[in-house]
């Protein structure tokens, strides 16, 4: 049995996962439009027709942009925490009852050969939550969307075999950039986004020995870069002795095209 997974879409502009066992298969999240989750699946050798649901972390339109299309299209049930369905619901469209489903936060729901676990980021959004992913004795963790790190969020997914974690910004791209005062305050705030230095210092405390790759995730499209973001989480890395390059790789995620599916 195997965990695979793939980044179909990460960035400021919509953010889409795929995740799969033998016997289930997810997104989390479809904040592009159901034609862009449809296309970008097909990079991967997937279908839609073949998903078992869709589990949603909060409400913003570039994470939930083709839920309800998607869902209404394929049947797909959606996982939600109840705070998040109430902000969510009247941008998806009519769903039927038989389709939703509440995922609380700091809980683990168990699907077929999968335990997922959610857990509380801080983000503004109502009630905004990631998933870890357990599945034979392998762990992989999505976590963006955080104003900062708690130490609840490094021991939940430390030591994960694979990692999705937020690079969003460039500080200084940020500061000098062209986003009004609120705008930046509202990005660097405990409610907004992690900055490449901030993720990197964070990584130091959670990667583990069983850690193989790290994927950099929803970058900013006006105040990052990939390559800016994976020197710069690179060099702090190395500064900590932390095992960059040999122990795990760091790889890009993209808005418009799918990571290769990998297999922990």
């Known amino acids: 049995m195997a965990l695979s997974f793939s980044v179909l879409a990460s960035g400021s502009t919509g953010n889409a996962f795929y995740v799969e066992t033998d016997k289930k298969r997810l997104l989390v999240d479809a904040g592009l439009s159901g034609k862009k989750v449809e ?17 949603v ?18 049947g797909l049930p959606i996982f939600a925490n109840e705070k998040t369905w109430a902000a969510m619901e009247p941008n998806l469209g009519t769903i039927d009852n038989g389709q939703k489903f509440i995922f609380e936060r700091g809980t683990v ?14 983000h503004d959004a109502a009630d905004p939550m990631f998933f870890v992913f357990h599945h034979e004795g392998k762990k992989l963790s999505l976590a963006t969307d955080m104003g900062y790190v708690s130490e609840e969020i490094k021991g939940t997914i430390r030591n994960s075999d694979m990692l999705i974690f937020e690079s969003n910004h460039d500080m200084n791209m940020l500061r000098m950039g062209r986003y009004p005062w609120n705008v930046k305050r509202r990005i660097l ?22 850690t193989s790759r790290i994927y950099l995730a929803h970058l900013s499209k006006d105040n990052n870069m990939k390559d800016l973001a994976r020197m710069t989480v690179t060099q702090i890395l190395e500064q900590e002795e932390s095992g960059v390059g040999y122990q795990f790789s760091l790889h890009d995620t993209d808005p418009e095209e799918a990571t290769t599916l990998v297999t922990l």
């Open 109 to 122: 729901q168990s699907m077929a050969d999968l335990d997922i676990e959610s857990f509380r980021v801080s």
């Open 189 to 210: 705030g405990d409610s907004g986004h992690v900055s490449n230095e901030d993720a990197a210092y964070a990584l130091t405390e959670i990667v583990g020995d069983q």
């Open 39 to 55: 296309s970008l699946l097909k990079q991967i050798s997937r279908s839609p027709n073949e998903l078992d649901g869709i589990l």
């Open 57 to 74: 972390t909060h409400e913003h339109s570039d994470h939930i942009k083709g839920v309800g299309v998607l869902a209404r299209k394929y």
